[in-house]
């Protein structure tokens, strides 16, 4: 039996829906983003083809027009078909959810296993107040369920029967009534305590973390086959102005002043273009961004067209990153990013990014305040940090960017290439001043109950974990390295790994075996 989604439902007073639902028909809006997202997220390999087929495409359109025709009928019996076999029903604290047109797909979740609720507004849902509800847990390689259409009291109520159902059980209540009792009074509005809002985040903040935060590399290089064009364009769009660019970019018969000024000046409007793209990706981002702490759960909400809303529970964190570019050096802002189970590190993806709760740009007595409200215990910024070997230096200096470079130099030598000279010193000194500061960065600490790694270049970051926490450790020492009485270690924690290289190997051992006897001998669990 399917029945239609029940828009009023009241928690308190049913305890499941033992049918099959269906979402709302309004769905039908994300399952076609969804597909246009897929598209767009792929568009840089299907660049070259429309790149070099632009010309047949403009000049034969009729060809084209059924193929846009039918693409746009099989996208939209494709996305009604998604809506269509959508369903999901609530039965003894499960949820269960079917999916799929041709690969079918069924989810039976208890709630007892589901670690993170979080709520996601499209744009689009706003309008008719609706959300959707993503449920993951920590023994799983990607999401979970989504649901991805409901009433968004609803999708709350749900929520909030969700974790107070995970909190009783983790809480020991073992017996059913108990345990049902416990629910009970969570869900009571009386009884139920009230979020605290820690953190926001100001428009000024934005910019500030979109000028010191530059990620618009990505759309420069999709954009990378169209740059001929778009050059031409330019030259056009000025010369009908009256302004002839190819003339002024004439550098030949110039003085040596002049070119600099045209240098710089291109440079300084290429990268306000870029600080822009930069700044609008920061604002969608995180658009009224709200840090609250319910309990032992901190709850991040921000987002201009899609809202999203990400709850971590304190034993689910892992590691605290405070970092700084070298922009954010100067302007003294820090990122914190409070970094949870990573589920795809089981699968050896360790740089994979898996709902990360991130202030951006924050003071540092705000960064401080944070961080000693979830490690209350740490001294990441007071304790002295050892520095790695200087044998790191000798390595990549001495043996392989030296040599490097010292064959290319003689190349350009015999071809009497002063140019070209001239730029591999200056790329040779740009690229040891980076070595040099990368040895002078890394360094790490220990004490009672945390490890601290701090690293970088220009700017630094500092790595904070509960020591008990690290699920392996992991000692490497090559034929270099046990000459010289040196090793590295490898933290591998459930949010990623962390390493130590060219310390000394007595310090190794000694950090190796009271991590390994910490991870042993807690009774604290790392989840």
């Known amino acids: 039996m399917i029945e239609t989604e029940k828009t009023d439902f009241d928690m308190d007073a049913e305890e499941s829906l033992p049918h099959w639902q269906r979402i709302s028909p309004i769905a039908i809006l994300y399952f076609i983003a969804s597909f246009i997202k897929g598209l767009l997220s792929n568009i840089v390999v299907f660049l070259p083809a429309l790149y070099f087929g632009s010309d047949f ?43 799929g047109v041709i690969s079918k797909k069924h989810i039976n979740l208890p709630f007892a296993r589901i670690q993170n ?58 017996e059913n009534s108990d345990s049902n009792e416990t629910v009970d009074q969570l869900l009571d509005n009386q009884n139920r305590p009230t979020e605290e809002i820690i953190n926001t985040r100001s428009i000024t903040d934005l910019i500030i973390h979109g000028l010191t935060n530059n990620r618009i590399w990505i759309f420069l290089g999709g954009l990378a086959p169209f740059f001929d064009d778009f050059s031409n364009y330019i030259v056009v769009f000025f010369q009908n102005m009256g302004i002839d660019i190819q003339q002024l970019l004439t550098i030949a018969d110039m003085p040596i002043w002049q070119i600099t000024l045209y240098a710089l000046t291109l440079t300084f409007i290429f990268l306000f273009i870029i600080s822009l793209f930069s700044i609008a990706g920061s604002i969608l981002t995180f658009y009224q961004y709200t840090l609250s702490k319910l309990e032992d759960r901190y709850i991040r909400r921000s987002g201009l067209f899609t809202k999203h809303e990400v709850t971590m529970r304190l034993s689910r964190l892992q590691m605290v990153i405070r970092q700084q570019d070298w922009l954010d050096v100067l302007l003294k802002r820090i990122n914190l990013k409070f970094e949870q189970i990573n589920v795809s590190v089981n699968q050896s993806q360790m740089n994979a990014q898996n709902d990360k709760i991130i202030v951006p740009s924050i003071k540092p007595d705000e960064c401080d305040k944070l961080v000693n409200d979830v ?52 790329l040779y000194l740009f690229l040891s001043m980076l070595i040099f500061m990368r040895w002078y960065r890394w360094g790490y600490a220990s004490d009672e109950n945390y490890t601290y790694i701090r690293k970088g270049y220009l700017g630094v970051d500092y790595y904070c974990f509960p020591t008990y926490k690290t699920q392996q450790v992991q000692y490497k020492q090559s034929w270099f390295l046990k000459r010289h009485q040196l090793c590295s270690i490898n933290f591998v924690l459930a949010a990623g790994m962390q390493s130590l290289p060219y310390i000394n190997e007595n310090i190794g051992i000694s950090l190796a075996n009271e991590t390994l006897f910490q991870a042993q001998s807690t009774k604290k669990s790392w989840m």
């Not at 369903?87 to 499960?94: E, I, V």
């Not at 609706?130 to 847990?137: A, F, P, R, S, V």
């Not at 369920?145 to 809480?171: G, N, R």
């Open 57 to 99: 495409i403009m000049e034969n359109p009729t060809l084209w027009l059924p193929v846009i025709v039918a693409l746009v009928v099989f996208l939209m019996l494709g996305t009604f078909l998604s809506f269509y076999f959508f369903q999901y029903r609530l039965k003894d604290d499960h949820i269960e959810i079917r999916s």
């Open 117 to 174: 609720v979080k709520l996601e507004q499209p744009l689009y849902y706003r309008w008719f107040n609706y959300t959707c509800l993503q449920l993951d847990t920590a023994g799983s390689a990607k999401q979970e369920a989504k649901i991805v259409a409901l009433k968004t009291d609803f999708a709350e109520q749900l929520k909030a029967k969700i974790l107070a159902q995970h909190l009783a059980q983790t809480s020991g209540s073992t």
């Open 375 to 426: 490690y209350p215990e740490n001294q990441m910024m007071t304790i002295t940090y050892q520095k790695i070997s200087k044998r790191f230096l000798l390595k990549n200096l001495g043996f392989i960017l030296t040599p490097l470079f010292s064959v290319l130099a003689l190349l350009f030598i015999i071809a009497n290439q002063a140019v070209l000279i001239t730029a591999v010193l200056a």
